[in-house]
């Protein structure tokens, strides 16, 4: 059964959620919604809702202030950051976790 995006936005908590901007270009900015699908101790991996899905990650060091946020351009690194948060266990000395976002995204591509 598939479930609308607003829908199911309206009942995500705020910490499983952000909203990435898109430049198309200089004048032109999308904001897209992404939800959080995994999380390590200092990383987060984020999916976007826009019809090109993109993968975002926030690292967060416990030195650091603000988070660092990159887009992923090879999907290895996204499967390895879904093996540090539990996909495959513990790995890499990483104990994660995945999200129930992960299967709403698999249930409505």
Do not use: C, W
């Amino acid at each position: 059964m598939s479930l609308d995006i607003a829908s199911f936005l309206l009942h995500t908590p705020e910490s499983e959620k952000t909203t990435v901007f898109i430049h198309i270009d200089e004048e032109t900015v999308i904001p897209y919604e992404a939800l959080l699908v995994a999380q390590t101790r200092f990383r987060k991996l984020f999916i976007t809702l826009e019809p090109k899905r993109r993968y975002l990650t926030h690292t967060q060091l416990p030195d650091e202030e603000q988070p660092e946020i990159d887009f992923l351009q090879e999907y290895e690194e996204v499967e390895a950051l879904l093996e540090d948060a539990g996909l495959d266990g513990i790995h890499d000395g990483e104990q994660g976790i995945l999200y129930h976002n992960l299967l709403y995204l698999l249930m409505n591509p």
